[in-house]
Nanobody, 123 residues
Framework: VQLQASGGGLVQAGGSLRLSCTAS?????????MGWFRQAPGKEREFVAA????????FYADSVKGRFTIPRDNAKNTVYLQMNSLKPEDTAVYYC????????????????WGQGTEVTVSS
């Protein structure tokens, strides 16, 4: 499975961005739990959001709950990260990842990773 993340950029605080992660290779639909992680400069990678294979369950980090959503479109082999009310502390490189098994927040459980897309939120 290859993951291609896109949609990052520069946005003012309070603005919105939508990241996309498109999968190719093995059939995506209902095969993988999908997650988003981020890594800010000088910090460790942290969990942001995850969605189950069917899309019926989601989980969010407390820091983004109520501001971010993680919809997926299995017909398009794509998962999104809709980011609203962005804050400067959301500035990071965002990575999408795929996990073959359970909905999890742990990065080491994810089998496949995209290349990352950079998000910068100015104050």
């Amino acid at each position: 499975v290859q993951l291609q993340a896109s949609g990052g950029g520069l946005v003012q605080a309070g603005g919105s961005l939508r990241l996309s992660c498109t999968a190719s290779g093995r059939t995506f639909s209902s095969s993988y739990v999908m997650g988003w992680f981020r890594q800010a400069p000088g910090k460790e990678r942290e969990f942001v959001a995850a969605i189950s294979k069917s899309g019926g369950s989601t989980f969010y980090a407390d820091s983004v709950k109520g501001r971010f959503t993680i919809p997926r479109d299995n017909a398009k082999n794509t998962v999104y990260l809709q980011m609203n009310s962005l804050k400067p502390e959301d500035t990071a490189v965002y990575y999408c990842a795929a996990d073959s098994f359970v909905l999890t927040t742990r990065s080491h459980d994810y089998d496949y990773w995209g290349q990352g897309t950079e998000v910068t939120v100015s104050s």
